[in-house]
């Protein structure tokens, strides 16, 4: 390894998303085998001993790719020299909440983590939010952050993603890795639309192949879209290895390209396409390449798809309107 560290910070990082999305980074899962990390821990302070915890038993596992461990309190000096940033550290929400209720007590965090990000990241700086509102909290830290590209910042919708390629090879009695070009439209919430018409698997058309439309408007949509209550409800906490895992795919996929002949889900800046307002930050098929992400397009719309996908949309302009109001962006 003759390469420079990669410098990634971690907000959050004595929470649960935190504990397992670490020690992956740490093995090389995040950015490939051959490339050193220094990872930056920002904690709150009552939070902190636990972070440094963690750390200690990060240098017990002797990963050779982690290249050392800092943990701050101070949000300007864990982004300083950031060249990739996840954004993990929000108050998750709790049984009977919804998202909405998170906007004004979690919307202070970003706020000041995007102006820490303007003033000191790297050039080629990259934003993963995962604290929820995933997708409105990208829009502040982003709103905060004028002189970083605005297509740096992006929100986790691969762990919605990855829920629905599981739950599309479940029903058609396929493995995973046989199931390409599915899609996540629009808000990381409840109202999100998984779309199964452009998606194939092992080569055929996966509506066709489900040929069910009971089975996706009432089974597929809602189960994909609830299944953040559902985890809630059974472990009576907020996903948190499968969300690790989805945040390592996100950004490994952004950086080292996805794979050929398939796509992915991200939540970016819109730059108009399918119809969503420009600039909210709404989940859309991707391809990466060179580092780069770019929305796949030409793809067909139906009448059922639009709804939903509108009704999404509307859903993030709501709670950029509500950000708006309270000042947050
Ligand atoms: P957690 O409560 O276990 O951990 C959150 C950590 O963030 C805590 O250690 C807390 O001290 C820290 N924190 C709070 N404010 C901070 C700040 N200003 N700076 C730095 N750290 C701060 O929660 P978790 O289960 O790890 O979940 C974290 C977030 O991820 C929640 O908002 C949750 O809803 C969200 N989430 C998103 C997805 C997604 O798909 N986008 C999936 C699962 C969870
Ligand atoms: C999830 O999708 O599992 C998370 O966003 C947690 C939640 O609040 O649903």
Redesign the pocket.
């Known amino acids: 390894m003759t390469q420079a560290p990669v410098n990634v910070t971690v907000?959050?990082a004595?929470?649960?998303?935190?504990y397992a999305l670490l020690f992956r980074i740490a093995s090389g899962q995040l950015l490939g085998p051959d490339t050193p990390v220094k990872l930056r821990l920002?904690?709150?302070p009552?939070?902190v001993k636990a972070a440094e915890g963690t750390a200690l038993e990060l240098e017990d596992g002797a990963f050779p790719q982690l290249a050392g461990i800092d943990i701050f309190d101070d949000?300007k000096q864990a982004f300083a020299g950031a060249n990739v940033a996840l954004l993990?550290?929000?108050?998750?929400?709790t049984k009977g909440m919804e998202r909405a209720d998170?906007l004004e007590a979690?919307g202070g965090?970003f706020k000041p983590q995007g102006e820490a990000i303007n003033a000191g990241a790297a050039d080629d700086i990259r934003v993963l939010v995962?604290?929820?509102p995933?997708n409105t909290n990208a829009l502040i830290a982003q709103s905060h952050a004028p002189d970083v590209p605005a297509e740096r910042f992006t929100?986790?919708t691969r762990?919605?993603h990855n829920r629905a390629v599981a739950q599309l090879a479940k029903k058609l009695d396929a493995p995973v890795g046989e199931v390409r070009k599915l899609t996540i439209w629009g808000n990381?919430s409840a109202s999100q639309y998984p779309d199964i018409f452009h998606a194939e698997v092992a080569g055929r058309n996966a509506a066709e192949a489900v040929n069910d439309e009971k089975w996706l408007a009432e089974e597929f949509i809602p189960r994909v879209a609830k299944r953040?209550a559902e985890i809630i409800e059974a472990r009576g906490?907020?996903?948190?290895a499968s969300?690790a895992n989805?945040a390592i795919d996100h950004v490994h996929d952004w950086v080292l390209g996805t794979a050929e002949g398939d796509w992915t889900s991200m939540a970016i800046p819109s730059d108009g396409s399918y119809g969503v307002p420009e600039g909210l930050i709404s989940s859309f098929p991707v391809v990466c390449k060179g580092g780069k992400y770019e929305i796949v397009q030409g793809l067909e719309i139906s009448e059922f798809s639009r709804g939903r996908i509108d009704a999404s949309v509307g859903e993030l302009a709501e709670e950029r309107e509500a950000v708006k109001k309270l000042g947050l962006i």
């Not at 993990?88 to 929400?93: C, L, N, T």
């Open positions: 907000t959050g004595a929470g649960q998303i935190g920002l904690e709150i009552q939070a949000a993990v550290g929000a108050r998750p929400r998170l979690n965090i995962v604290g929820n995933a929100a986790m762990l919605d990381h953040g906490a907020s996903s948190a969300a989805a």
